[in-house]
């Protein structure tokens, strides 16, 4: 069982703007930010999510 995980970027890939990772960055709109830093995003403009938990 080989699992390769190979994501392939780009010359100057694109990460985040936020914390400048360029691990699991999305770009959403634009946004070009990681997951981490889009759950503190979403968080601010309101999207809360059932249940906070401590994080
Ligand atoms: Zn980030």
């Known amino acids: 069982m080989q699992e390769r995980r190979e994501i392939k970027y780009g010359k100057g890939s694109r990460k985040c703007k936020r914390c400048g990772t ?8 634009g946004l070009n930010i990681c997951r981490r830093c889009i759950r503190e995003v979403y968080t601010k403009i ?4 059932t249940g906070s938990r401590g994080g």
């Not at 360029?22 to 709109?29: E, L, P, T, Y």
């Not at 309101?46 to 999510?49: A, D, E, L, P, V």
Request: net charge positive; proline share 0%.
């Open 22 to 29: 360029h691990k699991a960055v999305i770009r959403r709109g």
């Open 46 to 49: 309101g999207f809360k999510k």
